[in-house]
């Protein structure tokens, strides 16, 4: 096992950051409680009892030779996280603050990848948006998170509201993402390149057309353009673009009982 790390050295509140974050990846397998976990990726909390902070660490496995000989050409999905996470921060939005990325490399072969950031008591925003009545505050501080980004020229790629969490400070909500090793600045590409990967951000926050709407009247309002026209268009594309989802579900569940 071959650990190599980069630190966020804007981190002064652990002492010794670069040894803890090797002794945290080092144990991870044994350490830890776990957040989620799937065929892909765990995340856990870490409570480092001696520094009295907890952090959260996801790992991403690296499987398959395909992966393993691109791993020598690419950027690991820790590393784009971190960079990512520096990267919103210094465009005044919110994530919780990157701390450090790791990678396990052996034989030359990158095994495993280590994204750590702070613990947040944040919660998903789900419940306030996904209900009979989505709350009206949160519709439009979600629609403002997205106009932010965009206006920034960032591109999140996996804006589902999942990867939303809030927290309200005097009666205001206050929006971060996570999962954020996708992202990417496109201030430096053509202008009808950057719309068209915005709406694609638009288009995969929810299922329900009614939500949709409502959001992208605001986020119309928030980015200065025509809503109505803009909101006629963006639905006929909503509309398509979930009758694709669906079917390329249906496609990939008849396959997977094979």
Known sequence: MAIKTKINHSVTDIPDLESTIFQVVSSFESHGKIISQNRRNTIKEYW???????????????KGLVKKAMSLFRSSKARKAFDNGLLLTRHGIRTPQPVA????????????????CRYTEDTNIIPLIERSQPEKKAIKAFAQLLAQLHDNGI????????????????????????????????????PETREKEYIDDLLRF???L????????????????????????????KIKHDANWTRRKLIHSFFNKK
């Open 210 to 237: 009614d939500i949709f709407v409502s959001v992208a009247y605001e986020y119309a309002r928030l980015r200065n353009i025509d809503a109505e026209p803009f909101v006629r268009r963006m639905t006929v594309k």
């Open 101 to 116: 990325y790791a990678e396990d490399w052996a034989n030359g072969c990158l095994k495993a990848s280590y994204y750590i």
């Open 48 to 62: 480092l009892a001696d520094k009295g902070k907890s952090i959260v660490i996801k790992q991403y496995r690296n």
């Open 155 to 190: 591109v999140h790629h996996d804006l589902n509201l999942s990867n939303v969490l809030y927290h309200t400070e005097k009666d205001e909500m206050i929006l971060s993402v996570i999962d954020i090793n996708r992202t990417s600045c496109r201030a430096d590409r053509k």
């Open 206 to 208: 929810t299922g329900r």
